[in-house]
T-cell receptor, first 112, second 117 residues
Framework: DGGITQSPKYLFRKEGQNVTLSCEQN?????MYWYRQDPGQGLRLIYY???????QKGDIAEGYSVSREKKESFPLTVTSAQKNPTAFYLC???????????FGSGTRLTVV | DAKTTQPNSMESNEEEPVHLPCNHS???????IHWYRQLPSQGPEYVIH???SNVNNRMASLAIAEDRKSSTLILHRATLRDAAVYYC??????????????????FGQGTILTVHP
């Protein structure tokens, strides 16, 4: 079945460390997105990419970086510059011209 | 993206219909109304979307007011698996959306739906 796979499901990071969250899709979707969700809050956009080798900052990009070397993959790196990285991270994709978005099951990152 | 207003929470009994309201008084002519739902510790799931006419699919129905300033998501027979946070989102899907056409979804707080057995 086609879908989006995020890994790992749970991730613990020490302060000052960079960590990379994986997002892979086999839906042949062109656009991919990273969102962050804090407890009791809605989702906020971190980065998005409409095509390979191109990506744009969302509303809260500071302290994060991404790459889009392959259509299927859109990894997110949480750097040490992100002051409050503990959150639930969600990856999504969308077919160009499509209305609906497909979300992954998320990665819960905790800084210890 | 235009803002939406939803009740913080609603309750329903199993196998009864549920009507989830959403107000969007500042909606523009090219804004589509999207509904997503999110189960605990999972990613949001697409439910339905519409522009002007009422829409039906296997999951739900979407009733859109004639002036488009409000809409209602209808679950015809609630089940325990429908307990989730439901988000009503406006998005400009028009071809001429220009810089906004990258597909951003602006999520509000949503409505927490509790379904009682």
């Amino acid at each position: 079945d086609g879908g989006i796979t995020q890994s790992p499901k749970y991730l613990f990071r020490k302060e000052g460390q960079n960590v990379t969250l994986s997002c892979e899709q086999n839906l042949n979707h062109d656009a991919m997105y990273w969102y962050r969700q804090d407890p009791g809050q809605g989702l906020r956009l971190i980065y998005y990419s409409q095509i390979v080798n191109d990506f744009q900052k969302g509303d809260i990009a500071e302290g994060y970086s991404v790459s889009r070397e392959k259509k299927e993959s859109f990894p997110l790196t949480v750097t040490s510059a992100q002051k409050n990285p503990t959150a639930f991270y969600l990856c999504a994709s969308r077919r160009t011209g499509g209305r609906g978005y497909t979300f992954g099951s998320g990665t819960r990152l905790t800084v210890v | 993206d235009a803002k939406t207003t939803q009740p913080n929470s609603m309750e329903s009994n199993e196998e009864e219909p549920v009507h989830l309201p959403c107000n969007h008084s500042t909606i523009s002519g090219t804004d589509y109304i999207h509904w997503y739902r999110q189960l605990p510790s999972q990613g949001p799931e697409y439910v339905i979307h519409g522009l002007t006419s009422n829409v039906n699919n296997r999951m739900a129905s979407l009733a859109i007011a004639e002036d488009r300033k409000s809409s209602t998501l209808i679950l015809h027979r609630a089940t325990l698996r429908d307990a989730a946070v439901y988000y009503c989102i406006l998005r400009d899907d028009s071809p001429n959306a220009g810089g906004t056409s990258y597909g951003k979804l602006t999520f509000g707080q949503g409505t927490i739906l509790t379904v009682h057995p």
